[in-house]
């Protein structure tokens, strides 16, 4: 049995939040209340991976608009409707919980969530060399030209990647 175990994320968790994001991703810095945002506007979408004694991994996700996605630190204000993708804006762990699965584990859940939601799709931005994980999760690159101002703000690797939520 894992020692790990995903879970809601909640208020109280949101400054391990911010820790972990200032250890994985030291070169996106984003506002704490950037966290509080989209734990708000969309819950279900906010879990954390509780160990024996921290949390050890947050994944940020929420309905949005296919073929887009948001800015670095920004505040979104509202989700649109009707959304026609489920977007992961972060997923994030540390050290002791890579190689767990808890990565595969929280992916499929998000799979589930986007389903549930009638998004046909699941969209994201991978950053810092992630791609190949993502393609091992199904998802594949997808060029948007428009695109391209905004991902350069997530660094020269940066990717945007697309897989069916089905």
Known sequence: MSPFAWRPMTAADLPAVSAIAAEVHPDFPEDDAVFAERQWLYPSGCRVLAGAERLDAYVVSHPWEAGSCPPLN????????????????????????????????????????????????????AVNGSAGFWRRMGFAETSIPALAPKLASYGADARYMVCRAG
């Open 74 to 125: 920004a505040l979104l204000g509202h989700l649109p409707e009707p959304a026609t993708t489920y977007y992961i804006h972060d997923i994030a762990l540390l050290p002791a919980a890579r190689g767990t699965g808890a990565a595969a584990e929280i992916v499929e859940a998000l799979k589930a969530e986007a389903r549930g939601q009638g998004l046909p799709a699941i969209s994201l931005v």
